[in-house]
């Protein structure tokens, strides 16, 4: 995708400005949205190298079909890459049954199966996946459906509140759709390319090195 | 949330970005696809968007509302994107089209549609808000309804994610877990209670006719020994069912109505109806089929009245009601059949109860003996034939059951106008008079009936529906209430999908051919007046059941549905509403107020 790799090439080029989001706003209260809520918030499930060098948040909808392209290539750079901490933010916006999925996926966290039920769910191709094809690639995952049933009842409170944080992460940074990419300092709102991230974190990577000699 | 923070937060990190993301990244929505209404004919408006290159609408995604209920958007064809694992999907590049038509000139039409950037971005629905009086058109508080969706469907479970989670019992159907002389005395009540329903209606013919058989020596006694025998048989039957679904799952019943176990049911009546117009005694020692009835034609012979009451309650009046649902689903969801088959047995026994009495007042009702008995035994012969039909409609196409219909009503005309033999003339004139008219109106109703059916016409044969024993030839007009048929859950997937972009409630209409219970609530609920009124703000489904296979179990299965008549209701995001499922008959006012429960849930 050409595209996608002019970008990042532009976004090397123009690189005169950077957020550093590491840097932690001070009384944060729980409402407000701070770099710690967008990389580390406690309740958001995880991949990747936990001690790496530069954090990837996704963002993406199980019915955004171009999530599920680019998810393909991100989770090969993180794997052949190695010290990328990758933060999974569910966010569903695109269709009613977006919600369900995402809530499959979030309840399948407190049985340490949420890689296994979002890798099912984006493995649906395609948008406007019907609920019931959602719960059954869920429960084709080794997820134990009675379990995750009871979990979604019981955590309802902690999921809602994790998706809402989400959301309103997504409209202040300034997403337009799904899928989104915070890579390090960058914001990317379109699906990329292996070499199109591979790119990016190299530019984020060189931000934050110049950062530091700053 | 503190904007001030928030908005301090977002500028900056805009600042970071502002000038990467404007050159080459993807746009707005408002730009990627411009919309725009104008007023059009028959009043009606149409709405225009003029599409950026690189990025497409959705077809099926496009929808409008006016007042909360949806309306119908007359949208063309467009280009078919190539998706190997996904099936078509129908986009609009470049720009796209629409009509809405027959519009008030005033209020305010919501518009909704979704499209992406050639693999790079989707965007989430975008919906804008016209005034039908000027056409201005505005945005819609996007946001507020998106955190409210969210919140809403978190107040629920996300979906009936393990079959089981929801339980058909309604209030009045008792709990299966306490006591078990209560709940058997209970599921008795019930049992009564629908005996008078056209589910146990079909039994009273059979059984008169088969007590009728016998009738030359047939004392009350007699009578009622026979009619507990084919009572307890149906009792039985119901018990089976309980073992069945434990052991099989399932219903029994509706997997019993496959075209072979129809046909011999039928066959069988078609024998005992033989046999009583006396064309060959039941001694005949070679066919199955009289053995088979063999028991039946001897007075007093309770095997064959077992026999007849078994296959009846299997066969004959499949019918779900409430309490058998309930049975159904805790013997599945707990495994303790003899308790759940214990309940249905009971069940049995009620509905066969008030057949008791048919069967030992009927009997001394009956004459003794001469050419009146002949007559009798004649009528319900065919009855029979009769039954043999109407169950066999089940199986046979349309217009061979309308010539058969018609067959047999020409049959009847001869039957009345035949001259009889011997000691007949006893019959007075007027008697005569009335049977000849009669005769002469069946026969030219019946060759209606006959050359409708050969031409493949409709054949109007509406007397029955009172009693709900209808015909499914009636069941092709049924495509015109609203309902849309489907018979598999790929189409059922299609159809909930285009209600929720929609944002429409679903009802699903778990209905079959060889339901009676479903024929007459179409002709009366599904008929009011009050209720399409209110139906018509939701998506219909019908689920047809008629053939049992791999399709049509896992809809059932799908659902938990244990048969049909059943009414599931689904909110915009596709899930079940609590406490809204309806099973067997339901009443007007009670469907009323589900609609109102699910039209908020």
Redesign the interface.
């Known amino acids: 995708?050409s595209?996608a790799v002019?970008?990042s090439t532009?976004?090397r080029l123009?690189g005169t400005?950077?957020?550093l989001l590491t840097k932690t706003?001070a009384r944060s209260?729980e409402?407000?949205?701070t770099s710690e809520m967008i990389l580390a918030d406690p309740e958001a499930p995880t991949a990747g190298n936990p001690e790496g060098d530069i954090t990837i948040v996704d963002f993406f909808?199980y019915?955004?079909?171009?999530?599920k392209?680019a998810a393909v290539h991100l989770e090969r750079l993180v794997k052949a890459d190695g010290k990328i901490k990758l933060v999974y933010k569910d966010w569903?916006?695109?269709?009613?049954?977006s919600?369900?999925g995402a809530?499959?996926a979030l309840g399948a966290r407190y049985q340490d199966k949420y890689l296994a039920a979002h890798h099912a769910l984006m493995s649906v191709?395609?948008?406007?996946i019907?609920?019931?094809?959602?719960?059954d690639a869920v429960r084709n995952s080794g997820v134990d459906?009675?379990r995750?049933?009871a979990d979604?009842?019981a955590n309802?409170a902690a999921?809602?509140g994790l998706?809402?944080r989400n959301?309103?992460i997504a409209?202040?940074?300034?997403f337009?759709?799904?899928?989104g990419f915070l890579v390090g300092?960058?914001?990317?709102?379109?699906?990329l390319t292996y070499d199109g991230f591979q790119h990016v974190v190299a530019d984020a990577r060189a931000r934050q090195a110049g950062q530091k000699a700053d | 949330?503190?904007y001030v923070?928030?908005i301090w937060?977002?500028t900056?990190?805009?600042?970071?970005?502002w000038?990467?993301?404007a050159?080459?990244?993807?746009?707005?929505?408002d730009e990627a696809f411009r919309f725009d209404v104008t007023q059009g004919e028959e009043e009606g408006v149409e709405l225009f968007w003029s599409i950026e290159p690189g990025y497409y609408l959705?077809r099926?995604?496009i929808a409008a509302s006016l007042g909360g209920e949806a309306l119908k958007v007359v949208t063309t064809r467009g280009e078919t994107k190539d998706?190997p694992?996904?099936g078509p999907?129908e986009v609009y590049h470049h720009q796209a089209t629409a009509l809405i038509n027959a519009l008030p000139e005033t209020g305010e039409l919501h518009v909704t549609y979704?499209g992406?950037?050639e693999?790079?971005?989707?965007?989430?629905?975008i919906t804008k808000v016209i005034d039908l009086a000027t056409l201005i058109v505005r945005d819609a508080d996007d946001?507020k309804e998106?955190?409210r969706?969210?919140?809403a469907?978190?107040?629920e479970?996300?979906?009936p994610?393990?079959p089981g989670?929801v339980s058909p019992a309604s209030a009045t159907t008792p709990d299966l877990g306490g006591n078990l002389l209560p709940t058997l005395l209970a599921f008795l009540g019930f049992g009564v209670l629908l005996a008078f329903t056209p589910c146990v209606l079909p039994m009273v013919p059979i059984l008169s006719g088969m007590l009728t058989r016998s009738a030359e020596k047939l004392s009350p006694a007699q009578g009622f020994l026979l009619s507990a025998s084919y009572v307890l048989a149906m009792a039985s039957a119901y018990g089976v069912l309980g073992v069945f679904a434990a052991w099989f799952g399932g219903n029994l019943q509706a997997i019993l109505q496959t075209p072979g176990a129809v046909a011999l049911m039928s066959l069988m009546f078609v024998m005992l109806a033989l046999s009583m117009f006396g064309f060959y005694e039941l001694q005949g020692p070679h066919a199955w089929s009289a053995r088979l009835t063999l028991g039946a034609g001897r007075p007093g012979s309770i095997g064959g009245a077992a026999l007849l009451g078994f296959t009846s309650a299997l066969i004959v009046g499949p019918c779900v009601t409430p309490p058998l649902a309930v049975a159904l689903v805790y013997i599945a969801q707990t495994g303790k059949a003899m308790r759940g088959s214990a309940a249905l047995f009971s069940l049995g026994l009620g509905m066969g109860l008030p057949l008791l009495v048919v069967g030992a007042f009927g009997a001394t009702a009956l004459p003794k003996s001469g050419p009146w008995l002949v007559r009798v035994k004649q009528a319900f012969g065919i009855v029979f034939i009769g039954v043999a039909i109407w169950m066999m409609s089940r199986i046979l196409p349309l217009p061979l059951i309308a010539i058969a219909w018609g067959a047999f009503f020409v049959g009847i005309a001869f039957w009345l106008g035949w001259p009889q033999p011997d000691g007949a003339r006893s019959t007075p004139h007027w008697g005569r008079v009335a049977s000849a008219m009669a005769a002469g109106t069946l026969a030219i109703y019946g060759g209606l009936v006959t050359i409708g059916g050969i031409t493949g016409w409709y054949a109007p044969l509406q007397p029955f529906a009172w009693a709900g024993v209808t015909l499914p030839i009636s069941a092709s007009g049924l495509e015109s209430d609203g309902f849309q048929t489907i018979t598999n859950?790929h189409d059922l997937?299609?159809a909930?999908?285009t209600a929720?972009?929609e944002g429409r409630p679903v009802l699903i209409d778990f209905s079959a051919e060889w339901c009676t219970e479903c024929r007459l609530m179409e002709r009366t609920v599904f008929a009011d007046e009050a209720v399409r009124q209110r139906l018509r703000t939701l998506r219909l489904i019908r689920a047809d059941m008629t053939r049992y296979n791999l399709a049509s179990r896992r809809l059932m299965e799908?659902f938990e549905v244990v048969g049909p008549p059943t009414l599931v209701f689904l909110n915009?995001?596709?899930?079940e509403v609590d406490g809204t499922r309806t099973i067997g008959a339901t009443a007007v006012r009670d469907l009323l107020d589900k609609i109102s429960v699910a039209e908020r849930g």
């Open positions: 995708m595209k002019s970008r532009f976004l123009a400005a950077a957020l706003f209260a409402n407000e949205i909808d019915n955004c079909p171009f999530c392209d569903p916006v695109l269709a009613p049954s919600i369900v809530k499959l191709p395609g948008y406007g019907p609920q019931q094809q959602m719960i459906m009675n995750l049933n979604i009842k309802d999921i809602t998706l809402k959301l309103a409209d202040a940074v300034g337009q759709g799904t899928p300092p960058y914001k990317v709102n379109q699906a | 949330m503190s923070r928030t937060f977002v900056f990190l805009l600042q970071a970005f000038l990467g993301a050159a080459a990244g993807p746009k707005p929505p959705y099926d995604r998706d694992t996904f999907t979704q992406c950037g693999n790079t971005i989707c965007y989430p629905p946001r998106e955190m969706s969210l919140s469907s978190a107040a479970d996300p979906a994610t393990v989670d859950e997937d299609t909930i999908a929720s972009v799908r915009a995001t596709g899930r």
